[in-house]
């Protein structure tokens, strides 16, 4: 069986435990502490960084595209029937997502507004793009799941819960990249391809008191250079 090293708020992990999810394969996935690197997988990753996915062949093979790659074409594609360009574009869409994990996830650990409006321009930029690019959907290729929702289900998820727990919704100005991020949601493949403790983690982490977010993005609040990120709490 396959087997994924994986730390628990990882969007890199997710993106790749979604791809298992939407093709229904089986997978083992095994839990580390990125500040505490056991041994064996520092042995197995050459960047020290999840995810990891260790084939049945007991190959070990890092970064998240290169790994999403060979899933492909070890098992039937989700959009069959792909030209070449057609499978280049989506390569493309994908890397405008996976691009842009981490600039989320430094947006979410702003200290304050100030700081979260100058990060979030950044990322504002992913969703302007899809959003002139979206169709009728609900998915990104149509009426058919596709590997560029995979990529962009990290991103998707993340805005939810941050919307659901701080009211503060980044997609706002998006009205079709709100509508795709439903349709992704109600996959459930979203919740699937997390832990089951997933969401307390997250909200420990980037709706805590020392995020804007986290103490429900009060747009009335004096800005603060008390808080800092703390290091860790995505990937690397």
């Avoid at 792909?82 to 574009?89: M, S």
């Avoid at 890397?95 to 979030?120: N, P």
């Avoid at 919307?163 to 706002?172: E, F, K, Q, R, Y």
Wanted: charged residues 25%.
């Amino acid at each position: 069986m396959i087997r994924i090293i994986s730390f628990k708020i990882c969007p890199f992990v997710q993106r790749v435990t979604a791809m298992l999810e939407a093709k229904q394969i089986r997978y083992q996935i095994d839990y580390i502490s990125l500040r505490d690197k056991p041994g064996w997988f520092l042995k197995l990753s050459p960047t020290g960084q999840v995810p990891v996915l260790v084939t049945e062949g007991g190959t070990a093979l890092f970064e998240s595209d290169a790994i999403v790659e060979y899933i492909d074409e070890v098992s039937a594609p989700l959009q069959p029937d792909l030209t070449p360009e057609q499978r280049a574009l989506n390569r493309a869409w994908s890397y405008q997502a996976s691009k842009h994990y981490l600039v989320q996830c430094s947006t979410m650990q702003s200290g304050d507004k100030t700081l979260y409006d100058e990060r979030a321009a950044k990322l504002a930029k992913s969703f302007e793009k899809a959003e002139a690019q979206l169709g009728e959907g609900p998915f990104f290729a149509g009426a058919t799941l596709g590997n560029v929702d995979m990529a962009w289900l990290p991103l998707l998820h993340r805005s939810a819960i941050v919307a659901d727990h701080s009211g503060h919704d980044m997609l706002d100005a998006y009205p079709r990249v709100k509508e795709w991020r439903k349709a992704l949601l109600a996959t459930g493949i979203p919740q699937k391809s997390i832990s089951e403790d997933f969401s307390e983690r997250f909200l420990d982490f980037y709706l805590s008191d020392r995020t804007w977010l986290g103490r429900g993005a009060n747009l009335d609040e004096t800005p603060s250079d008390t808080v800092t990120p703390v290091r860790g709490g995505c990937c690397g």
